[in-house]
């Protein structure tokens, strides 16, 4: 009887905790504060004006979405709001230098240049049935709009983003307009200033292009779904099941940091907010259990940088490759599922062979949150995220209506969820309880609004790069460049082009380094892959400058996220980052192996009379053939995790490393081995590098048996 009323308080304790704490407000406000550093944001209190100037803006633009989600509006209209937004927000949010004088308050200028940006941002709104009526024949009055508007977006984009996205722009709108005295090999016939600010910003080839359009349409509510059920809790649930499921296991904290990593890029798509979000609590964990502070970042770094690759989200990138490739939504997911999952398995036996290096062992179980408590706990967030996947998978529903149904259920949830505990222990319900909700789903609107002005930044801007290319064809320009460059060779076409996004990804977001990429190198990479007899499916070229672009996060001098987690960990940023890097060395190799073995991106046999068309192209739904898939592409994987670690059940030497590498493409690729080989039938690939495994696997338990060759 006694245990059993100890059972019943322990539970109604617990419940109250989780009632209390869906979500510290002390703990999200040092994440919020971490995350304003890192991206100069202005920090403002609560009992500042521009705190709640700031807030209201952003409530009328989530609202914005949410009716234009509902109700069926002109594109352009939505574009034009959308980026009035972000415009009158970035000018408010981010101060024009990063001096801490000008962090605290909104200058006069600030609001100059917001009211001006705004009204040119709403001036293809206004005037847009004179704009129709009058293309290419614009008045004076069009083009001073145009061009002090584009000045204004740059400027927005420079202090939102960092110089490097607007430099780009910029240098491709002067290679537009001096391109007849350009040298002979990239020289075009130019563009007039009249025909170049038409084409930017009265057009919807430019800044209100398909990049935009995706922010405005899709993007925002995807993004407003993440800020919410992180608001809501979801995010420290996440962290909390995966630190009670995998603590106990050797690593555990850094096993927990991965899975919860994966589980928030879910909901977040941005590699900072994933680091700052779970290392504030899985990095000082893993320095507890003996994880080397730049180790412990770095685990972090990686995790959190691959959250990108994570359907639903993806970074924003997957709905702008959807639009670009004319495929639904959800091929695009599909098709990045099983490269995500592998990546993620083969980052946990990294964690799992640092352990064993360093001699770790877990947590004590009796120290950690009861699985099934936690698990229960936490469940009702859960129920948006499978909703939203049912509604894109098995109904196949466009993804503005999945994501407006899973923002309706969470919306719900916020507001039930604190009465119902309160009905559960039996506490008197009061107005203030429910109100709390309403409060939560605010606060949810206005963190979704603020995450959404660099990406409708990046993609306005992203967007003069793509009207550039349209403007002066300098596709095939760079096809000619980087074929004499490569002399043909594929591989080194591909190895060009990884460099070049790494490079690039430094100074630019993930989303506005993908359009981009994609705009210049795709396209070559596509043609160059033709003419070498390769026929390749459009959306591996595609997430093959998206991954490289996500892996620029964690790259030295500049990876943003290194700098993040080595905040938290105390270490050193560069030597944090590339330690991360050397972790991420196996998502690097994944693009090559799909980009050759499409059967990784589930995309099975091509018609070779259209090998561009994407009817052309089936999708593998076997559920045995995917298993295969799945299972050998880890298992490749670890063998190169292995390989780069330098440890298996002990430390590799030189000839067990070239084994491990051997096993890599008779895994990944095994169709091309088999024709390298004259197999019979690829799945002896599969047999072969089965085999070097167990062969390996004997090696090592000997060399361990014998002290001497140890």
């Known amino acids: 009887m006694n245990e059993n009323k100890e059972k019943q308080q322990s539970e109604e304790k617990s419940l109250s905790q989780t009632r209390d704490n869906i979500h510290d407000e002390e703990q999200l406000e040092a994440e919020e504060k971490i995350i304003s550093d890192l991206e100069g944001q202005r920090i403002f209190e609560i009992s500042q004006w521009q705190y709640w100037m700031i807030g209201i803006i952003a409530l009328l633009w989530s609202t914005y979405q949410l009716y234009v989600g509902i109700v069926p509006v002109n594109a352009v209209f939505v574009r034009s709001v959308h980026l009035a937004f972000a415009i009158a927000l970035v000018f408010f949010m981010y101060p024009m230098f990063k001096k801490p004088s ?21 001036y293809v709104y206004i005037d847009y049935t004179g704009l129709s009526y009058r293309p290419g024949l614009y008045l004076d009055r069009d083009i001073f709009f145009a061009i002090v508007s584009t000045i204004l977006i740059l400027e927005a984009s420079r202090r939102a983003l960092g110089p490097a996205l607007s430099i780009i722009a910029i240098g491709f709108l002067l290679y537009d307009y001096f391109g007849p005295y350009m040298p002979d090999l990239i020289a075009h016939k130019g563009a007039s200033f009249h025909k170049l600010a038409g084409q930017m910003y009265l057009t919807t080839e430019g800044i209100f292009g398909v990049p935009l359009g995706v922010s405005a349409g899709f993007v925002f509510l995807f993004v407003l779904f993440g800020a919410l059920l992180e608001r809501a809790g979801a995010g420290e649930y996440f962290i909390n099941l995966a630190y009670s499921l995998l603590g106990k296991y050797r690593g555990g904290p850094a096993k927990a940091s991965v899975a ?17 979000t779970t290392g504030t609590f899985t990095i000082p964990l893993m320095k507890k259990l003996g994880f080397p502070k730049h180790k412990a970042g770095a685990v972090e770094v990686a995790a959190s940088t691959n959250g990108q690759l994570m359907p639903p989200i993806m970074g924003a990138a997957a709905f702008i490759i959807a639009e670009f490739l004319g495929l639904s939504y959800t091929d695009v997911v599909m098709s990045a599922f099983i490269p995500a999952f592998v990546s993620y398995f083969a980052l946990f036996y990294i964690v799992h062979l640092e352990s064993l290096k360093l001699g ?31 509604t894109l998978i098995i109904l196949r529903e466009s993804a503005t209506s999945a994501a407006m149904n899973g923002i309706m259920f969470i919306m719900l949830i916020m507001v039930v969820q604190k009465p119902i505990f309160a009905l559960i222990l039996r506490e008197k319900l009061t107005l203030s309880i429910f109100i709390e909700g309403f409060v939560d789903i605010g606060m949810g609107m206005i963190n979704g609004a603020k995450n959404m002005v660099p990406i409708a930044l990046a993609t306005a801007v992203a967007g003069m790069v793509v009207g550039s290319v349209t403007l002066t064809g300098i596709g095939q320009v760079l096809i000619d460049v980087i074929e004499q460059l490569s002399n043909g060779y594929i591989i080194l076409v591909l190895v060009l082009t990884a460099v070049t996004s790494l490079v690039l990804g430094m100074g630019l977001p993930t989303t506005a ?31 093959f400058v998206f991954y ?29 980052g590339i330690q991360g890097f050397t972790y991420d060395m196996r998502t690097a190799i994944l693009p090559f192996m799909f980009f050759f073995n499409n059967e990784l991106l589930l995309i099975g046999h091509v018609d070779p009379l259209s090998p561009d068309d994407p009817s052309g192209w089936t999708w593998i739904t076997d559920p045995f053939q995917i298993g295969v898939i799945f299972l050998t592409a880890v298992i490749g994987m670890f063998a190169f995790s292995s390989a780069t670690q330098s440890y298996f059940i002990t430390k590799i030497n030189t000839i067990e490393r070239l084994m491990f590498l051997a096993i890599v493409p008779f895994m990944f690729l095994p169709k091309i081995m088999q024709g390298y080989l004259a197999l019979p039938s690829h799945y002896l690939s599969y047999a072969i590098g089965l085999g070097l495994y167990v062969v390996i696997y004997f090696m090592q338990k000997a060399r361990m048996k014998t002290p001497a060759l140890r």
Do not use: C
Not at 516 to 530: E, G, N, Q, R, Y
Not at 559 to 567: E, K, L, T
């Open 102 to 122: 000008l962090r605290s308050t909104i200058t006069w200028y600030d609001f100059i240049l917001a009211i001006i940006g705004v009204a040119g941002a709403l």
């Open 260 to 276: 919860a990593s994966g589980l928030t890029g879910i909901i977040s798509g941005s590699s900072i907010a994933n680091t700052v």
């Open 360 to 390: 770790l062992e877990g947590e004590d179980p009796a120290t950690l949150p009861k699985k099934w408590d936690t698990f229960i706990k936490g469940i009702h967030y859960l129920i948006p995220i499978f909703f939203l996947v049912y």
């Open 513 to 543: 380094n993908y359009i981009v990429m994609a705009s210049l190198t795709a396209p070559v990479i596509m043609t160059l892959a033709h003419d070498s007899g390769f026929i390749i499916p459009a959306i591996a070229a595609h997430l």
């Open 548 to 576: 490289f672009g996500i892996l620029a996060d964690d790259t030295p001098p500049v990876g943003i996220a290194a700098y993040a987690a080595s905040g938290i960990a105390k270490s050193d940023p560069i030597k944090t």
